[in-house]
Nanobody, 124 residues
């Protein structure tokens, strides 16, 4: 069973930085994760996309974090990272790691998984 565990959340001041990490386990040896990413959910709001990165390294970001956040992944270790700089109070949310798609035997399976989240609080 695939499990995702996030770490690195916490409290930061406006303009500060935090680094998030996520480790995926339970991936079969002959399989690979297609896309890993980060979503966030602020209190009273819907979950929203933050960034993701594909197996080939192509990354996407929501507009409000471009230039401030950097996503990266360690594909062999099934890990994904999110470096967050110049944090703003609006970045306050629970951040969730995501896995979208598993590739096995050259077939993409639309299996999605979520972590339990790590809380990020940015004070003004």
């Amino acid at each position: 069973q695939v499990q995702l565990v996030e770490s690195g959340g916490g409290l930061a001041q406006s303009g500060g930085s935090l680094n998030l990490s996520c480790a995926a386990s339970g991936i079969a040896l002959n399989a690979a994760i297609y896309k890993m990413g980060w979503y966030r959910q602020a209190p009273g709001k819907q979950r929203e996309f933050v960034a993701d990165v594909q197996t080939n390294g192509d990354a996407n970001y929501r507009d409000s974090v471009k230039g401030r956040f950097t996503i990266s992944r360690d594909t062999p270790k099934n890990r994904v990272y999110l470096q967050m700089h110049n944090l703003k109070p609006d970045d306050t949310a629970v951040y969730y790691c995501s896995v979208e798609g598993i590739i096995a035997n050259d077939i993409l399976y639309n299996d999605d998984y979520w972590g339990r989240g790590t809380k990020v609080t940015v004070s003004s």
